[in-house]
Structure formats: C-alpha cells, structure tokens
C-alpha cells in the first residue's frame, strides 16, 4: 500500500480548497502541467492533473509545495516519516522499461541514463511485464518509488535490455547449480559434463591438468587421473571424496561461479550502456572460447549481436544453443526474433509456435502471441521474406564480412566478386549493392558507381549510407550543389546508425567537406560510442579546420593505440607549434576493427 500518503494528500488538499476553487485551478492549470499525453479521458487527466498539483505545484503565496505546509501543519508525524513526505517533491520524470516483476515489485531502468529504481504497484496491472515501456513519473517513499499521474504503456516484440536477459539467466543459473547433484551410480564424466565450465576449469587446476579445450576432454582428463590415482592411493581419493568436502567445494564453487556470472554481467551492462558493443562480444566471446557447450553463454553472446543488430551471427548461435538445450523456449523467442529481423518471417513464425509448445514464461508467452497475431504486418512489410536455406543465409553473411575486409582493404576485385556471389543467392541486399557502388568510387569509375547506388536507393529509399554515398560520388565529379543535396537528405534519415555506418558517414563527409554534418555526428553519437577511432575521425576534423590543439588533444588521447594516431598528434603538435606550415590528415581506418565494426 502507499499508506495512504495520496488520498491523504487528496484529503488535505480538499479541506484547504473549495470544489469551485479546485474546478477553476483545473480550467486555468489543466493545459499548462508538464506530463500530457494525447488522448487521455477526463478522469485520468483530472488524476494526472492532481498528482501533479499535490506533489509538484509551488504555491504562490508560500513558493512551497503542498507536502511541505501538510508537514508543518501536522506535527503528530514521527520524523521518519516527514522526510518521506518531503522526499516526494524528488520526481523523476522519464521512459522507463521494466527490468523485471516479482509480485507488485518492479525493478525500472531509465533508458535515458541507465539508472534502476524499485517501485512498487498499489495493485497489480496486469499490462505491465518484463520489457514493457513506461512513459511516466516516479516520486521515492522511502526505500522504494511509487508510481504518480497517469503512465503510457508501449510494447516490442524485441528484448529492449540485456538486463532482462540477465534476470532470467542468472534466475535459471542457480536452479541449474543446485540441482547438479552427486550419486554413487553416476559416472563421473556425466557428473562433469553438468557442471558450469568454471567449476571443471577449477578441479583442473587443483589436478594441474591444462585448462584449454573443449569441456568434455578436460571431463574425461578429470576422470583419468582420478582413476590413475585410485591405483596408488585409494586412501586420498576416499578422502577427497568425503561428502562434507563435496559438499562445502559446492558450494564454495558455487559461490565462486555466481561472483565470476555477476562481475561478466556488471562488465557487459556497463559496456551496452556506453555503446561498446565490441568489448561487450569480446568479454563473452572469450568464455564461449574457453566452453563452447554452455548454452547460457550461447545464448548472452546472441543476445549481445542481437542488439548491435547482427542478427544473422545471433541466428547462428541461437541455433547452436537451441540443438544443445531444444527445451528451453527463451532460446526459440530470441531464434524467433532474429530470424525475423532477418527477414525469415516464415521461420521466424515457426520459432515463435514453438516456443508457446513449451509453456514459457508469462511475458515471453505474451511476446511470442503479439509475434504471432502480427505475421501478416510483417509479411506486408518485409519484402525481403525470400525462401534460400538457412545454411546459404549464414554462408552469405560469411561472405559479407569477407567483402568488407576486402574493401577496406583496397582488394576492390576480390570484394566486387563476393559481393556478386551473394547478389546472386539474394538478389535485393541492398548493402551488398550499395559497396559494389564504393568499390567503383575507390577504384575511380564514378559514374559507374552511380548507378550501383541507384539501384541500392529504389530498395531502401530512406538508406542514409547510400544517400552519403551518392553525396561522395556527385562531390569527386565536381556537383557540388546535387552532393549538398544528398548530404542533407543523408543526416535527415541517420537515427541511431551502426557503428560500422558511422564510421562510413563521417569519413566521407570530411572527404567532401561538409565538416559541420561529420562534427554534428561525433557530437551526438561520440560520447554514446567511447570509440578510439571515432576519437581519431574527431581530430582529423579538427585538424582540416586548422584547430591543431583541439586536434593534438584528441590524438593524444588514443596514440599508443594507434601508429598513424601518434604520428598524426606529433603533426598537429608541430603545426600547433608553428614548426611545419602544413599536413594532409586523411579520414581514413587508424585502428585494426573487429568483425562487429565491419
């Protein structure tokens, strides 16, 4: 309950003001509150109106709150429960998705900052689950938030924050370790096998057995040298064996695992929270390495490409995942998703069937239904619902990332004939189009490249890469007013870009000069990013406007990183230092980028 605090506010305020004076402050106030939201009935804007009015209004002839003249005119209140009341003037206003709900608790994130708040509900809605948004206020009581006004709800089939992931992972995690039990007629491999791979890698360093490989050859290393031991000292075996020891190496074990589980989901949460996706597939990308088996680290790993948008990657190991663990209907969802952010709405629809067969989670459950009732919205909408086998669709990505090595890699034949290859399986992948087209600008056939990117535009029409492109082209063959154009139809369509098409973006934008776009671009997606070659990109523009310290700052900051960052920053020291008169800084890649930037 929210004792009250509310309806007792409601209470007092009603008692300090007539009806007729509550009516006109509505008539004169109503419009002016800060919180509306279009459409709302008379009831929920009056409700709105007076959670607004009780908690946040600054009374004129005071300049304080309500709460405030409530306090001081109610001294029988224990301390404690005063700063409570005071308290509620710390609203936080914002758009929130639910983390998780147990019961009446949720736990918020704000999706502006990353913040997490407890709020309990007075009362169970039913519409509120895991992943929805919530566009509304919260106000603190005591150690936990209660909700104020009227809220808008929003839901997507897509999982918005790894966070949820994580709640069920670590929620199925202590099930799965706890229920890893000992018994006299089961083989010890077997046993192994079960346990995590940070537990098996911790009996090989006890046993000094090597620590690489695959979990069920360190498994069965285990067990060789255990029974080799039994030959020589049955005593020390019995020992090691004593159920008390087992069971307190348990739980320590245990113990252990879930510290190594939190401090992975710590570094991945901090990591999606700054937009360094790389280091976040790189920290779960070494476990994957050292237990390519664990179906829960498969699953982090997809859920980490599904939200840099790889969903072909994300495809591919769910579908691993789903053959080591078919039970598991979170893994079919997020196959279910991937494969429709694919464009497999026909797989993607079979995903989702399936899952439902395995009487999932509630919220899942939901999901899975609002996938399902959409199928014929997503078939109008995904042209691209094309029928080649799966294994082809992961071949073609194969051979994508191949092209793009190759193309920044100035290899133009190489990356034409892959780009050919896999325009030949899908004969509208617009991106693989639109590179032929850069291949043909790197190579010097600009008119050629034109109408590469023609075609690439008559698929995608809003595409903000291939627009930028077309500027590039028209900028080298001396059209300068058709290149202004495309720029400015370029920035108009860039909403949250890939890091890879960032990078494209503000490259060719300081190419052909249009350095107030590319500035515009690192100012709103550089502190998102944390990215050294973005750092780099930012002091090569600063240094094409002959701003050579803001320049040597930023080179400095990356160049043990980098041999072209440290001799660009002694460059822009020396022109800073009046030393040279001038240098050619070339936007171009200073640092060896991941699969995941390609």
Known sequence: MKEDILLKL???????????????????????????????????????????????????????????????????????????ILNTKNIIASEFVVIAKEGLNLKLKNR??????????????????????????????????????????????????????????????????ENILLSQSAKLTAILNKYPFQWVDGICEVLSIETGGRKNEKAKNIADKLIGEIATGHKVIQDSINPQRCKRANRKAKSELL?????????????????????????????????????????????????IAHFTEAARLLLDADKLDPSNPMIKY????????????????????KCLRLNPEAEIKKMAKRMIKSEEHFTEKLE????????????????????????????????????????????????????????????????????????????SPNDDLCLGNFAHAYYLLGDYEKSQEYSEKSMKYVNEPLLRDLFRLITLFIEIEQFEFARELLSKYGSTHDNAQLTFLSGVLYAKQREYLAAKEEFQSIRKYSKTAMEYFEKAKALSDGKIKDYNFEAKIAFNLSEDML
């Open 10 to 84: 409601y209470d007092y305020c009603g008692k300090k003001y007539s009806k007729k004076e509550m009516t006109d402050y509505l008539n004169k106030l109503g419009e002016k509150i800060p919180y509306h939201l279009e459409g709302i009935d008379q009831d929920n804007f009056i409700r709105n109106f007076m959670d607004w009015f009780v908690l946040e209004r600054i009374i004129p002839e005071t300049g304080k709150l309500l709460t405030d003249s409530y306090v001081k005119e109610h001294p029988e209140l224990d301390e404690k429960t005063k700063q409570k």
């Open 112 to 177: 502006e900052n990353g913040n997490y708040y407890p709020v309990t509900q007075v009362s169970n809605n039913p519409q509120i689950q895991a992943n929805t948004i919530i566009l509304g206020r919260i106000f603190p009581w005591g150690e936990i938030y209660r909700f104020a006004g009227v809220m808008a709800l929003a839901y997507t089939p897509m999982i918005l924050d790894s966070d949820i992931m994580k709640h069920h992972y670590e929620k199925k995690e202590i099930e799965r370790a």
């Open 259 to 307: 510290m190594d589980k939190e401090e992975l989901y710590n570094k991945r949460a901090g990591l999606y929270e700054n937009g360094r996706y790389a280091e976040a597939l790189e920290a779960l990308s070494e476990a994957h390495r050292k237990d390519p088996e664990d179906v829960d680290t498969i699953v982090l790993l997809a859920g980490c490409y599904i939200n």
């Open 334 to 353: 997020n196959l279910g998703y991937a494969l429709l952010c694919m464009g497999r709405v026909n797989d993607a629809m079979r995903c989702m069937k």
């Open 384 to 459: 691209n619902n094309y029928e080649i086998p799966l294994e082809e669709e992961f071949e073609c990505e194969e051979k994508f990332l191949l092209a793009q090595k190759h193309l920044y890699n100035k290899q133009l034949e190489e990356a034409i004939a892959l780009y050919e290859w896999i325009l030949e399986k899908k004969p509208d992948f617009h991106r693989a189009i639109q590179n032929i087209g850069v291949c043909y600008i790197q190579g010097g056939k600009l008119k050629e490249s034109l109408k590469y990117f023609e075609r690439a535009l008559s698929i």
